[in-house]
């Protein structure tokens, strides 16, 4: 799946060095090792106006994105500013727009990973939204409009930690990725991260050696699914049996946690795993989910990394404030996502796929490599109980009943689905992994087709 080969030269790359080196200001630029990675480093100098980003910050900033672009290498950012420094003036503005454009050119190429270690104000907060992965220490804060001028357009009194903590954008806003407590904690993020990672769009993530066997089975995946169709589990359980050494790096846990995604291994091989959590809110699909995901899924289609989607949800959160702010828009990203994605896809069914949720969730009418279901799956345009209040709504409730049993057996299966190609196969949960890996070592040679047009127009 390569897409473009590095284009600089020895020559080329000793002027970026020399060119953002010898700029002055309040951030620091240097090639460094990180978890025996070489990375692109850009640290902000709170020491220095607090941190405040000057033109020639800017300007520096450009140059070290637009250095990890030359030597396809991740770019990694350490903030802690101010915002734009207030007696440069309009110059300041336009330094931190091209840094803006620089990183945003680096988008989908090289990784690039923020790390926020104090206060970021104002418009280089924007840095942060523009970042693969962003790690926050617990005493940081980050808003475009301080707390004073929020005071000063609300009448309301807040303070920073409330405006912009790093809980709260771990929590409500999704900008952090993870809180961590100190410098040290950064570091290991950004290493922990790294390692699931290519250098570049060019390369495949590193393959790393495990003694966990592909070939294992698993006796507890039989038993996960409670026995009633409202019964909640926790998905992570059935992550932790299917990847290398139960290990599962989960990122944005705390930001619409009824969808879990996050990096592990299978057979030594990154994968990307998205799933369902159907002990909150039983798995339902609301606009911050399908952002979550969203994301998520351009993430590891950049980067070459195969995705798992693990299905068990009862479709879109309904209600009317979620359709006022844009549900058909948001859910579009996630499917557009899904359509979009050229990198290895599986999708495992274990329970519940109901309606536009299940086409969303990577189904095979949105082109996925493989479908798999359990024989617990329950394929359909929706759930019994809604479906009998429609079709049978003139019978009294003991007819009901009936109709409500027979839809059970008849369509709330993954039979129907197999038979009409929709499921490529239903497994035995016991054999999930050795199938998966299996599946991903076939298809980790597949060939993407680059669109023809510019770009796709995605409902942002």
Known sequence: MLRRQPVST??????????????????DLSIREMGG????????KPTSRKGALSEQDGQRIASAARLALALHKPLVLMLSTSGAAIDDGIPALAGWGSAAKAI????????????????????????????????????????????SMVQS???????????????????????????????????????????????????????????????????????????????SYDVRNIIAEIVDDGYFLEIRRLWSPHLVIGLARIGGRSVGILANQPMIMAGTLDIAAAQKGARFVRFCDAFNIPLITIVDTPGFLPGKDVEWRGMIRHGAELAFAYASCGTPRICLITRKAYGG??????????GNDLTLAWPSAEIAVMGSLGAVQILYRRLDEAEQKVRQNEYENIYLTPWLAAERGYVDEVIDPYFTRPLLANAIELLVTKQELLRSAKHANSPL
């Open 10 to 27: 020895e020559t080329e790359t000793s002027r970026l060095v020399s060119a953002a080196k010898g700029v002055p200001g309040s951030t």
């Open 37 to 44: 990675r070489e990375v692109i480093w850009l640290e902000s």
């Open 104 to 147: 945003s050119d680096c988008s989908g190429t090289v990784p690039v990973l923020a790390a926020l270690v104090g206060p970021a104000v104002s418009g280089p907060a924007l840095l942060l939204g523009l970042a693969d992965y962003v790690v926050a220490t617990s005493d940081s804060v980050a808003y475009l409009s301080g707390p």
């Open 153 to 231: 357009f609300t009448a309301v009194p807040i303070s920073s930690a409330e405006l912009g903590s790093s809980s709260i954008h771990s929590s409500k806003t999704g900008v952090v990725y993870e809180e961590v407590s100190d410098s040290n904690e950064v570091i290991a993020a950004l290493e922990a991260i790294l390692s699931f990672l290519p250098d570049s769009t060019d390369s495949l993530p590193p393959n790393i050696n495990t003694m966990d066997k592909t070939d294992r089975g698993s006796e507890g995946l039989r038993e996960v699914i409670p026995s009633s169709s409202t019964g």
């Open 357 to 366: 949720a299940y086409i969303v969730m990577d189904s095979k009418g949105m």
